[in-house]
Structure formats: C-alpha cells, structure tokens
C-alpha cells in the first residue's frame, strides 16, 4: 500500500458549498495529480504540480483549483459546488526523475445534492 | 484526448482460467503500465513495459508490448476471485510532463 492518502472518503453536500478535498503523501514525492473519474469510465486529469508552488492544469477542464505549498500536500478546492462536479477524486503521486509510476489514494467520492 | 482503449470492455472466467486484455493507444510512448482498481478505490501500480521492451513478466502477470501496432495485452494466469477488479492501460508519452494518459479500462470478473 502507497503511504498516500485523501480525506473525506465520502462527501455528500449542497449545491454552492465551498470544498476543499485533502491529499497527503509522505514519500517525499514531488510530483503530484489530481484525476476526476466518473463510475465503470477512465481517468481523467484535472491538475499536476511539480513541486512546490509549481501547479498546472490538466487535459480535462475543470472549475477547480490547486495548490501546493508544501511538498507533501495538494488540496483540491471546489468554490461553489454543483451536481455537475459529482464523481470520484483520486489524487496520486510519482517520484521526480522516476519512471513516471504514480502511487495513488483511496480516493474522495462526492456527491453534490 | 483518448490515449489508450482496452479491450475487452469487460471479461468473466472462472478462477483457475487465464485473463487476457488488450490495450491500444495512438502516439509514440516511453512506457505503458498497467494498473489495477478495485471497487471503489484508487488504483495500484501492477506493472511497466519500456518501448524498447517486447515483453516482461511479474509473478502472474505477463505483459507485451507491440509498438508497431501500438498495442499492448496484459495476461493473467490461473486467475482467483481476488483477481476481481478493473484494469487500465496507462502511457507515458515521454513528453518530459510525467503525465499518464489512461484507457476506459477491462472489468474482470473472476468466479470462484
């Protein structure tokens, strides 16, 4: 098991809450990845980050936002939540230099009433 | 865009059969891995091949890789109902960005 890990599992909230997803890895990773993927479908990224104060984002588009001012964390932030942002979120990590394995969470499922 | 598509969609054998899945993709690689994702979790690394490798095993896992026709199989042998999950092919398409483009993945179903 990766010592990687996301808090809450489970979120179910109303529309327009701000949220704020955790991800902590304690591997001393620098890269990092935040994916959105929906029941039985691919994954899909939404943000990546380098290092510290290093955040870009992803093939897919997404209302979200990043940051990353310590290594080991990469909180993903929702400022007004909608069903459409309904899903799984699953956070993951690689090493820099590496062969581009990512170790990833449990992952944050999130329902938006 | 869509990097890597598995096939099948889906697959159930009975434990002891072996599993074959297909992976496809379309641009030049470094490296294909495969993962695998139980029900509801995040996934786990299982294997990867480098585009200068046509073949590469671990425990019961058997991977290939044909970059000529961009294709990937992963097999499992004499599978067990732990088996059970969904399995994504994913590439690193060695754009110096470290990202991993994944497929829509094969469920496996393994019956005891």
């Known amino acids: 098991e990766a010592d990687i890990y996301q808090t809450p599992r489970y979120l179910v909230i109303g529309t327009g809450k701000k949220i704020t997803l955790e991800c902590s890895q304690t591997?001393?990773?620098?890269?990092m990845y935040w994916y959105q993927q929906d029941p039985g479908m691919e994954l899909h990224l939404i943000h990546y980050s380098y290092g510290v104060n290093s955040t870009e984002k992803g093939d897919l588009s997404s209302e979200s936002t990043v940051s990353r001012i310590r290594t080991e964390h990469f909180p993903l932030t929702l400022e007004s939540a909608r069903p459409s942002h309904t899903s799984q979120y699953l956070c993951a990590s690689g090493r820099a230099g590496g062969d581009g394995t990512q170790y990833f969470g449990p992952g944050t499922r999130l329902l938006v009433l | 865009s869509q990097q890597g598509e598995e096939d099948p969609q889906a697959l159930s054998i009975q434990e002891g059969e072996n599993a074959t899945m297909n992976c496809s993709y379309k641009?030049?690689?470094?490296?294909l891995q495969w993962y695998r994702q139980n029900s509801g979790r995040g996934l786990v690394h299982l294997i990867l091949i480098r585009s200068n490798e046509r073949e590469k095993h671990s425990g019961r896992l058997r991977v290939t890789l044909d970059t000529s026709k961009k294709s990937s199989s992963l097999l499992i042998t004499a599978s067990r109902a732990a088996d059970t999950a969904s399995y994504f092919c994913?590439?690193?398409?060695?754009?110096?960005?470290?990202?991993?483009?994944f497929g829509k993945g094969t469920m496996l179903l393994v019956s005891p």
């Open positions: 994913a590439t690193d398409e060695g754009s110096g960005y470290s990202t991993l483009t």
């Open positions: 591997m001393g990773h620098d890269k």
């Open positions: 641009t030049s690689i470094n490296n």
